[in-house]
T-cell receptor, first 111, second 113 residues
Framework: LAKTTQPISMDSYEGQEVNITCSHN???????ITWYQQFPSQGPRFIIQ???TKVTNEVASLFIPADRKSSTLSLPRVSLSDTAVYYC????????????FGAGTRLAVHP | NAGVTQTPKFQVLKTGQSMTLQCAQD?????MSWYRQDPGMGLRLIHY???????DQGEVPNGYNVSRSTTEDFPLRLLSAAPSQTSVYFC????????????FGPGTRLLVL
């Protein structure tokens, strides 16, 4: 199983761009990279998913270099409501999608 | 669509009691799973199912049983509750491949005294 490493916590201010990097050195060829967001007392919520290069949606962008050994979640112009825990997951190749959640990155956005 | 629903929202048990946490989804998803989340930690996979009649163990299966008799429901049974099982339990579902989004329920907060 591909293991991921993320910073434990980050601080930012409203209006700033936040970049959270995830390391996954032993990612497999068929693995996708997925990011989830979790607010207190709620289940995780899907943010974005990618395989290589760059993916963008209405919430975030995901940058994946050619070697795919890391990925960066970019949140543009964060607000207080973006305060949450962000999880980087790398999918197990071989058919069954047993997602392995690490401790995640606790992002605190300040006024 | 209600999505993924879980009941109860909160439960207090005494050590040794048994109970079933309910999970249901109305999206016709093949894949369902149960996670537990302890304070300040990520989610750990307990059991998962890739379809009706098929279940398998995750990272922390001891003390829990599951069954999948229908596509919609995936109950989690605690056979003899222990204080170490105090946690928040999340159920999730997806259409079946990693590339598909996992949808999580609101969670069940369990306290074992």
């Amino acid at each position: 199983l591909a293991k991921t490493t993320q910073p434990i916590s980050m601080d930012s201010y409203e209006g700033q761009e936040v970049n959270i990097t995830c390391s996954h050195n032993n990612i497999a060829t068929n693995d996708y990279i997925t990011w989830y967001q979790q607010f207190p007392s709620q289940g995780p919520r899907f943010i974005i998913q990618g395989y290589k290069t760059k993916v963008t949606n209405e919430v975030a962008s995901l940058f994946i270099p050619a070697d795919r050994k890391s990925s960066t979640l970019s949140l543009p112009r964060v607000s207080l409501s973006d305060t949450a825990v962000y999880y980087c997951l790398v999918g197990e190749s071989g058919g069954y999608n047993k997602l392995i959640f690490g401790a995640g990155t606790r992002l605190a956005v300040h006024p | 669509n209600a999505g993924v629903t879980q009941t109860p929202k909160f439960q207090v048990l005494k050590t040794g009691q048994s109970m079933t946490l309910q999970c249901a989804q109305d999206m016709n998803h093949e894949y369902m799973s149960w996670y537990r989340q302890d304070p300040g930690m990520g989610l750990r996979l307990i059991h998962y199912s890739v379809g009706a009649g098929i279940t398998d163990q995750g990272e922390v299966p001891n003390g829990y049983n599951v069954s999948r008799s229908t596509t919609e429901d995936f109950p989690l049974r605690l056979l003899s509750a222990a204080p170490s099982q105090t946690s928040v339990y999340f159920c999730a579902s997806s259409s079946g491949t990693l590339q598909e989004t996992q949808y999580f329920g609101p969670g069940t907060r369990l306290l074992v005294l």
